[in-house]
């Protein structure tokens, strides 16, 4: 069954995305949710106009965007986490400690899924970040991680 998400669902695909999932999954559990709808032609006309009007929303705040970037770009953020002795840090750093610690640090709000971290974030050191602000707008950043 070929639907249109309404909502970003993992394991599924991003929101406006067309995608192929069971019937049953479809049928049952994403329509009734409100998260999908089938992919017809009428729904497909709809999903044309709504990506249209989210990209110009988008370029609308491009400038927004990349005088963020341009705050970020090149800055180092700390993040205190509680490590061993021999450096290793407890569990790993995620997307929302980043998050947290630019809201702290420069007041800036940055959402989750824009943060892309290197895998392996397990001892303590410095990290480049790359944060996706836009298609078009990337800043990259090193996070510092320092032991508590």
């Known amino acids: 069954m070929e ?4 909502k970003d669902i993992d394991n599924v695909g991003f929101k406006h995305d067309v995608v192929t999932v069971k019937n ?10 409100g998260l999908a709808v089938i992919a017809n032609a009428a729904n497909n006309t709809k999903l044309e106009a709504l990506r249209a009007e989210e990209d110009a929303k988008e370029e609308a705040r491009l400038d927004e965007f990349k005088a963020q970037a341009a705050k970020f770009e090149g800055q180092t953020v700390k ?5 061993g002795t021999s450096g290793k ?9 980043v998050v947290n610690a630019l809201q702290e640090q420069f007041g800036e709000e ?3 899924k824009k943060v892309q971290l290197p895998e392996s974030v397990k001892e303590v050191g410095t990290y480049p970040v790359v944060l996706q602000l836009h ?8 996070i510092e991680l320092v032991a508590e």
């Open 79 to 83: 993040i205190g986490v509680k490590a």
């Open 135 to 142: 298609k078009s707008v990337a800043a990259n950043i090193e």
């Open 3 to 6: 639907i249109i998400l309404l």
């Open 110 to 112: 940055v959402a989750r």
């Open 24 to 33: 049953g999954y479809g049928r049952n559990y994403l329509i009734p949710q």
């Open 89 to 97: 840090i407890f569990g790993s750093v995620t997307e929302v400690q």
